[in-house]
């Protein structure tokens, strides 16, 4: 699901300045990005734009990761990860088990820890997410910066766009 507000367009268009071509800003990064992560997604087909994005940042040198998405096994891959060129994630467990929650398909290039809150297997009680920035809210209605444990392809995909980015280096 996209971030709240955000559109498709936003979303090609960061790729674009991400990867240093031209873009609706009329900027570019004094350095392209070499991995462009998406956790993010949708649950329809790959449309031209997302295609053609893709495209043109992979053939910049970008390399791009997609969260696969969370609707269940046996579902089929959400976009942009169900689009050609870009790397499609899926989601384990603990025990290294895909998730009920991941889409699965042949889409699904590698599957990395997305965490389950429905489980508990570090023996403290506490669901096995993976831990990330979150944004809560106070009583005033003031973003607050806050920590604490999430599920999701969302959450698998940086592990993956993280692994690539230090093959990327070393290569």
């Known amino acids: 699901i996209l971030p709240r507000g955000a559109l498709s367009l936003d979303v090609v268009q960061a790729m674009l300045y991400a990867a240093g071509l031209p873009n609706r800003s009329g900027l570019v990064p004094a350095r392209r990005a070499d991995v462009i992560n998406l956790s993010l997604g949708g649950d329809r087909s790959c449309d031209a734009a997302y295609l053609d994005a893709i495209g043109r940042v992979r053939a910049a040198g970008v390399v791009v990761v997609a969260a696969a998405g969370n609707g269940g ?99």
Request: proline share 6%; with cysteine.
């Open 73 to 171: 096994n046996n579902l089929a891959v959400g976009t942009p990860a169900n689009c050609a060129g870009a790397i499609a994630v899926g989601a384990t467990n603990a025990q290294r088990q895909l998730t009920g929650y991941s889409q699965t398909g042949p889409q699904i290039a590698v599957a990395a820890p997305g965490g389950d809150m429905g489980q508990s297997s570090s023996g403290s009680g506490a669901p096995d997410g993976v831990y990330s920035a979150l944004a809560t809210f106070d009583a005033a209605g003031r973003r607050q910066a806050s920590f604490g444990p999430l599920q999701g392809t969302s959450m698998a995909a940086p592990h993956v766009a993280g692994v690539v980015a230090l093959m990327r280096y070393l290569n």
